[in-house]
């Protein structure tokens, strides 16, 4: 199979991507009933594995592991090609030789997160419970178990400790709960464009996506794999609200303004008479070929979730105590989603449990998206915060 | 039949509502074929009819006749109580005795707009063409053809011109195109938290709603009424999207933030554990006893085309050349919907025409909503303004 044959749509692609949860084209750990996981909600999870890719090599003391962790819709592809979209990985211009995290000087492994559907284990898993998909009978997932998961993984690698723990938006919620609950086992930490507790706002947002999601006929109560079928409309609806918040004001302004999709007629119709709204529903229609509708619910419910001041008592400080991490926080001018404020509050929780912190707010038009963009200046930064900790460190 | 009679929810409240579309409990001034209704679309309407109700008394002068345009989801009730809902007018803090919109003083006058549901001709009237409900059939509506319509409406009332256009969103979208397309029958217009021509990212958040409305499988293209269902769910989605963005950030986080609507526990399921959650929900859902979904469609479509400067050669000063109304433009702090930015464009413009403006952008918590809620700035210097005014014309 060549990669141009996996650029389907339909049901080429519904099938591809449902053999993906399972048997990802990647690396996968899997974990045995004597090996379960336990989860925040208070269950365990037995068997269950970890999809993963590695790139460069880890180094004989077992010093220079890096671990990527990726955002909502993202996967374990950061610098390699996605099976699914034959697209190239999406953070390719951090990850890769002579990168800021360089390939050649680092061990770089990125693991799909739990509740996701590119072969971790998540709702579209297969569940031997019921021998059909897990779908809602999968408990609730959150950030630490997402964490907890990928330090199974470390230690399925014989990896000691983490050299770096980088990502942005829910990635970078799980570097900062990596930092928390393993101060040990984390080196040095890259949290960007991201926030130690969801807001109102982006809760109000992802709601909304679940409820178009759940109002779709065709999620049939989420047993819609059952069925052969996927809510497509409702999710492409979800992906289309959330990806307005990840655009700035200002770059959708730019990038399409009031500009019509035909010359300069306006068509009195429903049909996309501007170019915005041509750009959001292919947006939300290339998101469902490579998406899983309940792995959305999963995933976004985490964000919900994730509050680490509410897990220290209320404060944030309380999280990092006594840490030796040292922190890089990176935030962008026009992230609405996850906006510097997000930031500051980490980097004054930090500055009070005593770490280590450096902190830059990168001038951008693009939004929370900048993160993964080309940015010279955050990746200059993220390069200089690695060199000086990779010496640190002596590597 | 109280008034209490009419808060029922599901099907005696879309009899109701079906009911307002043809026969509103308001007052309705009717077009017969020999006064069709010229539309931007390129067609005419006929027969048409315009709901509305008025307030105060004309005077033997016919020189304080006020005219005051709702928003997106508004209607003719502005100062008395709304038939489907039973809830006050939404604009009594502004409209009535002693307000400064003061009825002891001028006949005010709200109709409901072109393409709504609740008795002027819209999606949901009854077209004699076909037997039927209008649904799609009805052509594309524009605010200069609602404006259009509300003029015809002041004809049929026997009123040369008014002496105060006065809304906020898609109301203060209206007063522009009154003030530009009619410059002598306005005396005075007060545009507020509005703008000249819809974002771009405006016109993408109505394009989710939309969405979300057509993916409903009971919206049926648009023919649901035949059918007697609404697509309920797509509807409610439509307006959870909106809803948020007519909140500041700020008022999100106070009014909910991340609290939790049973206590302190997070439940690890998708039903609503936060109260942010729970109010979106139950927005959702009162809405769509009280709104029409194609209306939503249509009159959302209406925002998005709107732009004054487009239909003058791209220069929004055009639209105002050589005019004589004076104008009291205002904004609020942390509307991000409609920002100060989109007021002080229409203010330069005003300035470049060479006519009377005033600008205030008031200090606000609640972002877009503001403009509807106990704002005592925002009150004060619009009662000021109209005072002003009022003497100016010896009323």
Redesign the interface.
């Known amino acids: 199979m060549t990669t141009s044959d996996t650029i389907e749509t339909g049901e080429a692609t519904d099938a591809l991507r449902r053999r993906q949860a399972d048997e990802p084209t990647s690396r996968v750990a899997r974990f045995g009933t004597d090996r379960p996981l336990v989860l925040?909600?208070?269950l365990t999870l037995a068997p269950w594995q970890i999809a993963y890719e590695t790139y460069g090599t880890l180094n004989a003391a077992k010093s220079n592991a890096v671990l990527v962790c990726h955002a909502l819709t993202g996967d374990q592809y950061v610098a390699s090609t996605n099976p699914l979209t034959g697209k190239p990985g999406w953070w390719e211009l951090v990850v890769g030789p002579g990168k800021p995290i360089d390939t050649d000087r680092f061990f770089v492994i990125s693991s799909n997160v739990l509740g996701g559907c590119m072969g971790t284990t998540g709702p579209a898993s297969f569940n031997p419970a019921t021998g059909k998909a897990w779908g809602?009978d999968l408990?609730?997932i959150t950030i630490a178990d997402m964490v907890r998961a990928q330090a199974a993984l470390i230690d399925h690698l014989g990896i000691p400790d983490l050299f770096l723990v980088a990502g942005g938006s829910m990635g970078g919620m799980q570097v900062l709960q990596w930092a928390s609950a393993y101060p040990d086992r984390v080196f040095a930490a890259a949290p960007i464009a991201t926030a130690a507790?969801?807001?109102?706002?982006n809760?109000?947002?992802y709601?909304?996506g679940?409820?178009?999601v759940?109002?779709?006929?065709d999620w049939r109560e989420g047993r819609y794999l059952d069925f052969g079928v996927q809510p497509r409309?409702?999710l492409?609806?979800a992906r289309?609200?959330a990806h307005?918040t990840y655009m700035s004001?200002v770059s959708?302004?730019s990038?399409?303004?009031?500009r019509l999709q035909h010359g300069d007629t306006?068509g009195?119709?429903?049909d996309?008479?501007?170019q915005?709204?041509s750009y959001?529903?292919h947006q939300?229609s290339t998101f469902v070929d490579r998406f899983d509708a309940n792995s959305y619910?999963y995933v976004s419910?985490a964000m919900?979730?994730f509050?680490l001041a509410?897990d220290h008592g209320g404060v944030l400080a309380g999280a990092f105590r006594g840490t030796k991490t040292r922190f890089c926080v990176m935030s962008f001018t026009t992230d609405?989603a996850f906006p510097t404020r997000d930031s500051r509050v980490i980097v004054h929780a930090l500055a009070a449990a005593g770490a280590k912190v450096s902190f830059a707010e990168i001038e951008s038009d693009r939004g929370h998206d900048a993160f993964l963009r080309d940015e010279p200046e955050m990746h200059a930064i993220l390069a200089g915060f690695i060199d000086a900790a990779a010496r640190a460190r002596g590597i």
């Open positions: 925040d909600a208070g809602l408990p609730v507790s969801h807001s109102a706002q809760i109000a947002f709601e909304v679940r409820q178009a759940m109002a779709d006929p409309k409702g492409a609806v289309m609200a307005i004001e959708l302004h990038k399409f303004g009031r306006l009195y119709g429903f996309g008479d501007f915005i709204e959001l529903r939300g619910l419910r919900d979730y509050d509410a609405w």
